[in-house]
């Protein structure tokens, strides 16, 4: 969904396989993978995200609400097999940054650092094919 506006060139290369392929590949990796999307997009609606990532690998954190520091619910993700975690963001399409800087902000650092609802469960809390 681009448009230009000008006399300028745009180049535009249509992929069935959009961004799955690049999780195959990772997922027996020890790559940390993330996908972000925003809960009012119209081009990548979150419902697709979520359909082709279920196929992807079994879940080890059920949907769960993030929360903002006023404790406002500013999402929800799941973690799945192979260190892929899906993170929703309230009331943003499809350019999550320019939508919600914040949430964007919040999810991406805390997901990068281990922070928050982010940080890796303790040991005891970790399935067993995580612990061995």
């Known amino acids: 969904m681009c448009t230009v506006a000008d006399e300028s060139t745009f180049s535009y290369t249509l992929d069935a ?3 799955q392929w690049a999780y ?3 997922k027996d990796t020890p790559v940390r993978m993330m996908h972000f999307s925003g809960d009012k997009d119209g081009s990548v609606p979150t419902i697709g995200t979520q359909r082709w990532i279920k196929g992807f690998s079994p879940t080890t954190v059920a949907w769960q ?3 903002m520091p006023d404790d ?3 999402g929800y993700y ?3 097999e192979g260190d892929l975690t899906l993170i929703t963001v309230h009331g943003a399409g499809h350019m999550v940054p320019q ?3 914040e949430r ?3 999810i991406l650092f805390n997901w990068l650092f281990e922070r928050g609802e982010f940080a ?3 040991d005891k809390d970790k399935p067993d094919f995580i612990t061995q």
């Open 65 to 67: 609400p993030w929360l």
């Open 120 to 122: 890796p469960p303790a």
């Open 99 to 101: 939508d919600q800087r």
């Open 17 to 19: 396989r959009a961004s």
């Open 78 to 80: 799941e973690s799945r």
């Open 24 to 26: 195959e590949a990772l």
């Open 72 to 74: 406002e619910v500013g």
């Open 104 to 106: 964007a902000y919040r």
